[in-house]
């Protein structure tokens, strides 16, 4: 069973600024409803029982508005806004649920991961990236369905047009599994036109093993001074560890771009 999550945010968001200069991205509202809170409630729908949140002293306000604030708690029982009280009651039961864990430099994904090495219990943990929102069908449960029957790990996938392989994380294909779910042989983070395997891409959901930790441990920082996951994971598939990539149904929304973050609530309210 996977039991935990990992979500790290303690990313600059410089892609978002002047919106996120002084307000985590993660908070910001898609259709009146923080990003995050859509990363919870998928999470909690797969079955998650404890999610850590990678924060940095920048991002504290995150902490904040996931605390039980007694000012409000006293506010909100008075005004008996069946609304309100709904959320609020939301927003302790995701509380319960989450650790807080540092990473005050922001040294890449990889590196963030790693920060919660002392926190994971079980052979494998679930880690999502919230800039990528996929809804009309919960990702992370048709992947955690595929590592029950597979006892490998697993990552989203997506076709993207060959034109923007420079933005992804791209696999190369091993073996056909079926329409849905294809092992793979590679995976290099960010590759040129020229050297990049397929037009497949890796998205923001991954079912990885524990034993990544030890890599991560061991991992030098790329060209651009920044520890991927990625690398992590490329060596894992080198040392035989079975990864599955999962196109999965649901419709993708990059909210880490001005442009994406806008045409999510747009398409979100259309829902
Ligand atoms: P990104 O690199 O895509 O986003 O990280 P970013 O750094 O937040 O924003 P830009 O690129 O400056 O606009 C993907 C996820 O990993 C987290 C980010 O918070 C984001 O959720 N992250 C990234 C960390 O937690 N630590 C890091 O060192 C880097």
């Given at each position: 069973?996977?039991?935990?999550?990992?979500?790290?945010?303690?990313?600059?968001?410089?892609?978002?600024?002047?919106?996120?200069?002084?307000?985590?991205?993660?908070?910001?509202?898609?259709?009146?409803?923080?990003?995050?809170?859509?990363?919870?409630?998928?999470?909690?729908?797969?079955?998650?029982?404890?999610?850590?949140?990678?924060?940095?002293?920048?991002?504290?306000?995150?902490?904040?508005?996931?605390?039980?604030?007694?000012?409000?708690?006293?506010?909100?029982?008075?005004?008996?806004?069946?609304?309100?009280?709904?959320?609020?009651?939301?927003?302790?039961?995701?509380?319960?649920?989450?650790?807080?864990v540092y990473q005050n430099k922001p040294l890449g994904t990889g590196d963030a991961i790693l920060k919660s090495r002392k926190?994971?219990?079980?052979?494998?943990?679930?880690?999502?990236?919230?800039?990528?929102?996929?809804?009309?069908?919960?990702?992370?449960?048709?992947?955690?369905?595929?590592?029950?029957?597979?006892?490998?790990?697993?990552?989203?996938?997506?076709?993207?047009?060959?034109?923007?392989?420079?933005?992804?994380?791209?696999?190369?294909?091993?073996?056909?599994?079926?329409?849905?779910?294809?092992?793979?042989?590679?995976?290099?983070?960010?590759?040129?036109?020229?050297?990049?395997?397929?037009?497949?891409?890796?998205?923001?959901?991954?079912?990885?093993?524990?034993?990544?930790?030890?890599?991560?441990?061991?991992?030098?920082?790329?060209?651009?001074?920044?520890?991927?996951?990625?690398?992590?994971?490329?060596?894992?598939?080198?040392?035989?560890?079975?990864?599955?990539?999962?196109?999965?149904?649901?419709?993708?929304?990059?909210?880490?771009?001005?442009?994406?973050?806008?045409?999510s609530g747009l398409e979100i309210s259309n829902l």
């Open positions: 069973m996977i039991k935990q999550a990992i979500i790290p945010l303690a990313g600059l968001g410089t892609r978002l600024l002047p919106l996120t200069s002084v307000f985590p991205k993660e908070l910001l509202p898609i259709n009146g409803k923080p990003g995050i809170e859509y990363i919870l409630d998928e999470c909690i729908e797969a079955g998650i029982k404890e999610i850590i949140f990678i924060i940095s002293k920048k991002k504290e306000l995150i902490k904040t508005y996931f605390h039980n604030d007694h000012f409000y708690r006293k506010i909100i029982k008075k005004k008996k806004d069946k609304r309100i009280q709904y959320e609020y009651k939301k927003i302790l039961k995701y509380k319960k649920m989450i650790k807080f926190f994971v219990k079980d052979k494998f943990f679930l880690m999502l990236l919230p800039d990528d929102l996929i809804i009309n069908n919960n990702c992370s449960k048709s992947m955690i369905k595929i590592h029950k029957k597979y006892k490998s790990s697993v990552m989203a996938s997506m076709t993207v047009d060959k034109k923007t392989v420079s933005r992804w994380g791209i696999y190369k294909l091993k073996k056909k599994l079926d329409n849905e779910n294809f092992i793979i042989n590679d995976v290099i983070e960010k590759p040129s036109k020229k050297n990049a395997p397929s037009n497949k891409a890796v998205i923001g959901r991954y079912i990885l093993p524990k034993t990544i930790f030890s890599k991560l441990n061991h991992q030098k920082p790329s060209k651009g001074g920044e520890v991927h996951i990625t690398d992590s994971i490329r060596s894992l598939i080198k040392d035989e560890n079975k990864f599955i990539a999962h196109n999965f149904k649901g419709k993708y929304l990059d909210c880490g771009t001005l442009d994406g973050y806008i045409k």
